[in-house]
Every structure is written in structure tokens, then in C-alpha cells.
């Protein structure tokens, strides 16, 4: 059996990716639970709404419990095996839990439009990459894997809401309506945790770790046919290296203006340097000859004394 077998429909509780789903099927309704697992979801369908419903499932074990369920059951991979004999279209198809597991969901959302009415939905839940226990592990310098949740061991890609709109717009798809469950952290949680990092939580590191995205666990929506605008992937994905070197390549910049108004300043002291210099030694020269001056009159004055003296004894 399968991680996800021993999973039950949770109706009374509003915070949970099936009650939000279950909610969104009307009633005697045709639906395909992609990754139905045991068929619990399917089997609740069909007692509660009277909904028909058919599954697939990768699975052996657990396909073979839901065939217990559910009215017909596929036991196959929703990405390479034979849709040949599936001649229904269903008014909704579930995928929950399954996009992440794809190799190539776009690939295998088109396979399935030809099991969807023309007004027919696709309803999903998807795990949300920038939940803010993600944010804290990678703060950590952690990724650690799970057998399930977040970090599932099997899954294949990650998403954020941007990336959930882009694989469903490559796919020839729109996201009608878009709902989540949330695992909002408590504030003083956050907060314990930024201390043991030694970091000082400011007011806009706050509102980035308490977002609307950072608080959302599950996306969970609706999509239908047709594409209304294009999505396409944001140019800025992790390259550490070339974010190393033109952060490098700013802060030389940064560094070269500072040392170039550094040196300007430093040309303006040498002038003014200068200048006095040149006062000083103006001074100087003066004061040189003032004292030249006083000696030649001392020296006068005491010869004219002494030639006085002279005169007089001679006398």
C-alpha cells in the first residue's frame, strides 16, 4: 500500500485540501480521481452526492482496494499508460497531491483533455514550496526529505503560485478558481527560530515570513479549458554564481565611486596644504629678514659705541 492509502475524507474539517474540493463538485456529477489511492474521496462522493466516479491509480494494492469503491478503477501511470479505453468525459477530474509527482505535468494535462467535457474542470491541490517552514528550513541550510508532506520523497517538482499558473497556462488551461489551506506559524515560533539563526527579525522580514504565500500549505483550485494570458517562467531562478559576481562587480562599482570621492577630497586637503605651505613660508623669509635686520642694527649700534668710546679716550 501506498503512503497516501490510509488517508480519510476529512468533511469536518474546513482547513483540508478534500473538504475544500469535495465542495466544489456538484452534485450526480461524473468524476476521475487521478491518484484516487484507496478511494475513500471517490467512495464519499458517491454516498454523499451521488456522483459517479472512476479512478487511476499507480498503485496495485491500493487500485485494488478502491476498486472496491469506486465504479471502474485503472491501475496505471496517468503519464505513460494507454487512455484507449476510456471513452467517458467527465464533468471534473481531480488530480490531488499528483501534479508534484509528474515528470512533465504540462505533457500530462493536455493527455487528459480529451477525457474532460468542453465546460468540464480540472480541480487540484497542489503543496506550496514558499510555505514559511520552507523559508526558516533554507535559512537553516536544511532540505530535508519526508515520505510525506512538503517535502515528499517522491516528488518531482516544486511550486509557488506563479509556477502553478504556468504549468496549467502551458497546458492550454486557466485557473478559474483558486483556494488554499493554510499552517500559519505562530509569531513567537517564527521568532524562536530567527533567534537560534542570530537573526534580528525587522519589520520587513516580518511581513515576508507572515505573506499570504508564506502562510498558505496547499494550493487548491479549479482550471478550465482555454488559456486567457500567458505565464511564462521568471528569469531570475537560483545561479549563485552569477549572483556572487555581479553582486561582486556592484560592490567593486560601489567601492571605485567611494575611493574616487575619497581621492577628490584628498586633492582638495593637498591644495589647501599647499597654500599654507606657501604662507608659512612667506613668514618664514620675512621672519628671516626681520632678524637679519635687528643683527646689522645691533651691530651698528655697538661699533658706533665703541668708535665712540675710542674718540673720547683718545681725546
Same mark, same amino acid.
Given at each position: 500500500m501506498s503512503n497516501y492509502s490510509s488517508s480519510n475524507y476529512q468533511p469536518e474539517n474546513p482547513n483540508s485540501s478534500w473538504y475544500k474540493v469535495y465542495n466544489m463538485i456538484d452534485p450526480n456529477s461524473s468524476v476521475l480521481d487521478i491518484g484516487c489511492s484507496s478511494g475513500n474521496f471517490g467512495e464519499a462522493l458517491i454516498k454523499n452526492k451521488n456522483c459517479t466516479v472512476d479512478g487511476i491509480e499507480l498503485d496495485q494494492k491500493d487500485a485494488a482496494e478502491a476498486q472496491k469503491k469506486l465504479r471502474k478503477v485503472y491501475n496505471m501511470n496517468i503519464e505513460t499508460g494507454s487512455l484507449d479505453d476510456m471513452k467517458e468525459k467527465?464533468? =471534473?477530474?481531480?488530480?490531488?497531491?499528483?501534479?508534484?509527482?509528474?515528470?512533465? @505535468?504540462?505533457?500530462?494535462?493536455? $493527455?487528459?483533455?480529451?477525457l474532460l467535457k468542453n465546460n468540464g474542470k480540472i480541480l487540484f491541490s497542489i503543496p506550496n514550496m514558499?510555505?514559511?517552514?520552507?523559508? &526558516?528550513?533554507? &535559512?537553516?541550510?536544511?532540505?530535508? =526529505?519526508?515520505? !510525506?508532506? &512538503? &517535502?515528499?520523497? !517522491?516528488?518531482?517538482?516544486?511550486? !509557488?503560485?506563479?509556477?502553478i499558473e504556468r504549468v496549467f497556462q502551458e497546458a492550454g488551461y486557466s485557473i478559474s478558481l483558486l483556494d488554499s489551506n493554510e499552517a500559519t506559524y505562530p509569531p513567537e515560533l517564527i521568532a524562536d527560530q530567527l533567534k537560534e539563526l542570530g537573526i534580528h527579525k525587522t519589520p520587513k522580514l516580518e511581513k515576508l515570513l507572515n505573506s499570504d504565500e508564506a502562510r498558505v500549505f496547499q494550493y487548491v483550485g479549479t482550471a478550465v479549458m482555454g488559456s486567457t494570458h500567458k505565464i511564462s517562467r521568471k528569469q531570475y531562478s @537560483?545561479? @549563485?554564481?552569477?549572483?556572487?559576481?555581479?553582486?561582486?562587480?556592484?560592490?567593486?562599482?560601489? $567601492?571605485?565611486?567611494e575611493l574616487e570621492v575619497l581621492r577628490n577630497q584628498l586633492d582638495e586637503q593637498a591644495k589647501i596644504i599647499e597654500n599654507q605651505a606657501g604662507v608659512l613660508s612667506n613668514d618664514a623669509e620675512l621672519a628671516r629678514r626681520i632678524r637679519i635686520r635687528r643683527y646689522l642694527k645691533f651691530y651698528i649700534l655697538n661699533k658706533a659705541r665703541a668708535l665712540k668710546q675710542y674718540w673720547q679716550h683718545k681725546v
Open positions: 467527465y464533468d =471534473y477530474i481531480y488530480l490531488g497531491d499528483v501534479i508534484e509527482h509528474l515528470l512533465n @505535468p504540462s505533457q500530462a494535462l493536455i $493527455r487528459i483533455k480529451g514558499a510555505h514559511v517552514s520552507l523559508r &526558516l528550513m533554507l &535559512l537553516k541550510g536544511d532540505f530535508e =526529505y519526508g515520505e !510525506t508532506g &512538503l &517535502l515528499d520523497n !517522491t516528488h518531482l517538482h516544486f511550486y !509557488t503560485l506563479r509556477e @537560483p545561479d @549563485p554564481q552569477g549572483t556572487i559576481s555581479l553582486w561582486y562587480q556592484g560592490h567593486l562599482q560601489a $567601492r571605485d565611486r
